[in-house]
């Protein structure tokens, strides 16, 4: 090519790069952004058959993306749920079984009661990302999330605050924004709180004037999820995730309104606690609108953003990698989903649940005389009739892929603490 028309080429190039990609980033190498809402059950976004109104932008990213109507997380209370989410390995191999209060409230009686941490051995999502070119930031806040019990592992910047609200928790996204816009490709992990325990009756949202009790707590809830959305519409336009950013959105765990005679989290493992959203925004990824109803579990999500973002995860993961199931490519019948819930109870006794969902039907076990839940989860979705009586035979062979299924984990070595007993706490 002669010097002038090699010129104008390179001026041509320089020109339709700069029109198709704003200057700011590099084409087909997009941002990954992992949302984790605290203690949002599924089944109250409007995606999942809740109230219309509750949380239009999540609606509306949806539906730039896919949306998993079967999603299972691995716990049922934060900091079990949360190591789960970040490293793809299930709460009996990565050690984090029980919160930093729960461990404190039994360690003011007994000294001798440590934390588990995040072991250095396990690899998490940021540590991925890090190692292949992605600045790492991450906010949370929630107590349970702490740097010095391992949740820091691979980010660059990582911050928890104790519940002080979205707002927050976006401020700090906004002071760190001039810097993590230059920082070329960037992983951000968030952890919103709102929804969790105390539930704030949030203006304009909140309908429950005229209601008291249970029912008005469940409003109130509701309207901390559409605060929420609007915080998470607020960073998306500060940010541009309009364009080249993979989002995932999910949740650690749900919440009980009196679905199974109790409230809150981190006592049971029936679905309203283990049901989470999972909904991947992505525009650039081809995949608009779908609707995914293979049972996934919240493992799945490492191998899944890895995937989308072009990274050949060769670190250990238990989950798979969701894009071929998106694309139809790749069915999941059959597949086994495990749920597990470790805690050590005030009189020196420990509460151990397992769950395990398989075609159509969910077996909930626990340590208590040998109790054992079975549920129709096609035509029961909420788990309210126990038909462990009537298929025994089928209760037998779960509760036996339960077993088969934990004797497959690797386990990694255990890291302890001892919680701080002065410090200032969170929520579970
Ligand atoms: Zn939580």
Not at 228 to 248: A, C, H, P, Q, R
Request: with cysteine; glycine share 10%; hydrophobic share 35%.
């Amino acid at each position: 090519m002669r010097p002038f028309r090699l010129l104008q080429f390179l001026l041509i190039c320089l020109l339709s790069f700069s029109i198709f990609t704003g200057c700011t980033r590099k084409a087909g190498k997009p941002n990954v952004v992992l949302l984790v809402i605290d203690t949002l059950r599924a089944d109250y976004l409007p995606m999942y058959g809740g109230k219309e109104t509750v949380a239009p932008f999540l609606e509306k990213l949806s539906s730039g993306g896919a949306l998993f109507s079967n999603s299972f997380s691995a716990s049922s209370w934060t900091a079990p749920s949360t190591a789960s989410i970040l490293t793809s390995l299930f709460p009996i191999q990565h050690g984090i079984l029980m919160g930093r209060r729960a461990t404190k409230k039994l360690a003011t009686k007994d000294p001798k009661i440590l934390l588990n941490k995040l072991p250095q051995s396990v690899t998490t999502i940021a540590e991925v990302m890090k190692a292949n070119g992605f600045a790492t930031y991450g906010a949370v806040d929630n107590g349970n999330l702490r740097a010095d019990s391992g949740f820091a592992q691979g980010f660059d910047k990582f911050v928890t605050y104790l519940s002080q609200g979205g707002k927050n928790l976006n401020k700090q996204i906004q002071d760190w924004a001039p810097e993590i816009k230059k920082s070329g490709r960037y992983f951000l992990y968030m952890q919103y709180m709102d929804p969790h325990h105390p539930y704030e009756e949030h203006k304009p949202w909140f309908k429950g004037d005229n209601l008291h009790g249970l029912r008005r707590f469940e409003e109130a809830y509701r309207s901390e999820i559409s605060f929420t959305d609007s915080m998470i519409k607020e960073l998306y336009e500060l940010m541009g995730w309009g364009s080249n950013t993979i989002v995932l959105i999910t949740s650690d765990h749900g919440e009980e309104f009196g679905d199974h005679g109790s409230g809150g989290h981190g006592r049971t493992l029936y679905g309203e606690l283990v049901r989470v959203p999972l909904i991947i925004y992505y525009p650039d990824g081809g995949f608009s609108g779908k609707v995914v109803s293979e049972y996934v579990s919240s493992v799945d999500i490492v191998p899944t953003l890895a995937s989308l973002a072009g990274i050949n995860l060769t670190t250990p993961h238990e989950g798979i990698n969701l894009v071929p199931v998106i694309k139809g490519e790749k069915s999941l019948t059959g597949r086994e989903i495990y749920n597990h819930l470790w805690k050590r109870q005030k009189a020196g006794t420990v509460l151990e649940l397992k769950g395990l969902a398989k075609d159509k039907k969910r077996l909930i076990e626990s340590n208590k005389k040998g109790k054992k839940l079975f549920f129709d989860i096609e035509n029961d979705r909420h788990e309210r009739k126990n038909i462990a009586n009537k298929n025994t035979e089928l209760v037998t062979e779960y509760s036996q892929r339960i077993a088969k299924f934990e004797t497959g984990l690797k386990t990694y070595d255990r890291e302890w603490m001892p919680v701080p007993l002065d410090e200032e706490e969170g929520d579970d």
